[in-house]
Structure formats: C-alpha cells, structure tokens
C-alpha cells in the first residue's frame, strides 16, 4: 500500500482553511487546566515527560490556532518555533498568547508553508500533528519533517488506520442528501452541525469545537487524505528512524532487552506486526477486541481504502447520489466486519437501511440511535528517534 491510494482532493487542507478564512482545529481551553493535563497525559502516553520538552529547540508544524501548543510552551523549551502558513490561524496564534503570562516560553510564529521552509538549525524535537496525509507530496513532507532532527531528536507526529476514518467517512455520505443544493460553507456547516450533535454528545470528553469538527472532517474535501498507515510511515522514514512509542498502544515486547541490537532490533517491524493483528480495533474506539491473524485485517485495510476512495471519487466529481455500487461497496465492507464483531450488526444494518431510502433528512441522521455512538479511532500518535 505504498502507492497512493486515494485521489487527491479539489483543494488541500490550506487551500481549503484559505479559502473560507477558517482554521477549524479550535479547542475548548475555558478550563485551562483541564486542557493542559490532557496534553500532559497524551505526552506521558508517549513516554515524553514535561522534562523531555524543557531547554529544548522545538519545531511545531502547523499549529492551527495554537491551543495545543500551549502546553509544550509551558514546558519551557529553549526555543519554539510555530510554523503556520493559515492567515487565520496566525491571528488566532498571536491573540492566544497575548493573553498569556511570562512563565511560558513565547513562541517564535513563523508564516510559512512547510514546503517553502528550511531552517538553519537543527531541532531536538519537531511536531506535526493531524496535518500530513497520504498523498505522494505530503508523505514527501514526512521525510521532510525527519531532516530537521538532530540525531537521536524526536519526531512527534499522527498516523492512522484507513479503517478507523471510515465512520466518518460513511457520516460524509449520509449528510450528502442535506447538502445538495448548497455550496456554502457556513450554511452546510449549521446543517450538520444540526445533524450530527446527537452523534458528537455521544463522545466524552469530546474538546474540539463542534462546527469545527463539522468543517474538517464533512465538508473539508482533504478529509479523504486521511493520515499516513504505519504502513507508510515506516516505508518513507523507517530506515533513518525506530519508532519510539504510539498512543493508542498496541505493541508488546517481551524479548530480552540484551537482545536488541543490530539485525535483531527490528523495532519497526515488530509495531507494524502489532497493527495489523490489531487493524480491526481502530473501526470502533468504545471496543477492543482479541488480535487477529494478520492476512484478515490487511484485507481489511484494502477494503477501508477501496471504500473512502470510491466516495472520495464521487465528491471530485460532485456526485452525490448514493447509487446502487456504492451501496454494494458499504454493504461488503459492512460483512466483513460483522463477521468479525457480531455487536456491529445492528448499528451497520441503521445505516443500510437508511442508505436505501428514498430519501434522507437531518431528523433520519438524528434518529440513528446505535451507530451515533460508533466513531473510529482515527489518530494514532506517533513518536519517532532518529538514528
């Protein structure tokens, strides 16, 4: 699967962001201390303490509106650099840290594209989180973002399962009968928003912002570009780095640590071992099930991609209509993975059955009482050393 595999969308996620003057990757931070602990906790995950990020040159790529970035900041690196190329997100970076005291370090914005950005330092750590996809230049960017890195620095970074975007994916295909005589972003995002807050006040905990949510992941046409496999991943930087540690976990090691060295280490070959016993777990993050054999959710992974580039490929072309081959698309991949979890039944059947309506109307999306609850895990956080 090192071949793109989805076709590219008709706007990239700037052009997008550009072109309606948004940057829809806000956080709720009105309790500052629970957003803090988050990111505290999702680093701890990672097994990168407060003390990893404190004196340390910091490279972050694309920031969004830099509520995230607040914690790293608040670690006290030596140097934070914020390269942000969103108008909008500039702005929003620059408000966020006006309001903040002297105790933090004060980032250093820098309003450029990756591509047009060559530093003249090395980084002891680079962060790029939700923004890299799978298409040939954006994995180019990947390695881009390796050649920043000291030897031995860390690339913190999100992949993902093609399965774990479906959900979503199937969300974008039920709201396409809302949508169909308007192209206005505002007007399309109340209308889901409308549509889907039953489906999003299922999450706990949820922090993101709910017309944001709606703008970048249903109406957003670089969705379908989802985020590098581990696959991927591997392919484009495994010979210069060994993964580290991922959040979800989902990787044992039970060797002998004495045993680690030379041909023996395969670091990078035992975590893509542990994802594809484990691909079926990334279709429902209130579930996990037992590993599986590894052919199964490899085909698996096949049928997610086939799938979100069938649907990918209907929006390019402004198609709209759930025809009868789409619905044989859904309805195969839907087999597969009631065959393996038989509880998924019942939620899969609600969207098949409102799939072959006559027609579908924001009060039908709202009525869907078992599959609102069912959202992939669609990020897996990533750490990285380079060798």
């Known amino acids: 699967m090192s071949k793109l595999e989805i076709p590219e969308p008709n706007l990239d996620h700037l052009e997008f962001y550009l072109e309606n003057n948004i940057s829809p990757v806000r956080q709720n931070i009105s309790d500052l201390g629970k957003h803090l602990e988050r990111r505290s906790s999702l680093y701890q995950q990672l ?39 969103n108008i909008r997100g500039q702005a929003d970076i620059k408000e966020l840290y006006s309001t903040t005291n002297d105790s933090i370090t004060k980032p250093n914005l820098i309003s450029k594209k990756l591509e047009d950005y060559y530093p003249n330092k090395e980084y002891d750590i680079v962060i790029c989180e939700c923004w890299l996809g799978v298409s040939n230049h954006e994995r180019e960017m990947m390695k881009k973002l390796g050649s920043f890195l000291k ?22 295909v039920l709201g396409w009968a809302l949508l169909q005589d308007s192209k206005d972003v505002e007007k399309n995002t109340e209308i889901l928003k409308n549509a889907y807050t039953s489906h999003l006040d299922t999450i706990k905990d949820m922090s993101r912002l709910y017309e944001d949510w709606v703008q970048d992941v249903l109406i957003n046409p670089a969705f379908f570009l989802l985020h590098p496999s581990p696959g991927m991943f591997i392919e484009d930087i495994g010979e210069k780095f060994d993964i580290y540690k991922t959040y979800p976990k989902f990787t044992n090691e039970w060797r002998f640590y004495k045993s680690l060295y030379g041909d023996q280490k395969q670091l990078n070959q035992k975590f893509l071992e542990s994802y594809y016993e484990n691909v079926h777990n990334f279709f429902d993050y209130l ?13 698996l992974e096949k049928q997610s991609l086939s799938l979100i580039r069938s649907i990918s490929e209907k929006e390019n072309k402004d ?10 698309d859904i309805e195969r991949i839907f087999l597969i993975l009631i065959n393996i979890n038989p509880l998924w039944k019942d939620p899969l059947n ?10 579908i109307d924001v009060s039908d999306i709202q009525a869907l009482k078992l599959f609102d609850k069912i959202f992939g895990r669609e990020l897996i956080y990533a750490t990285a050393i380079k060798k």
Do not use: W
């Open 47 to 85: 097994g990168l303490p407060s003390m990893t990020f404190q004196g340390k040159n910091i490279l972050e790529v694309g920031p969004g509106s830099g509520h995230n970035s607040l914690y790293v900041a608040s670690c006290k690196p030596s140097s934070y650099d914020l390269l942000e190329p």
């Open 151 to 172: 030897k031995g620095g860390i690339l913190i970074t999100t992949i993902g399962s093609p399965l774990g975007g479906l959900p979503n994916a199937i969300r974008r």
């Open 287 to 299: 579930i996990v099930l037992p590993k599986q054999k590894k052919d199964i959710n490899i085909q």
């Open 319 to 328: 198609d709209l209509i759930i025809n009868n081959s789409l619905k044989n």
């Open 350 to 359: 609600e969207v098949l059955n409102l799939i072959n309506q006559s027609k």
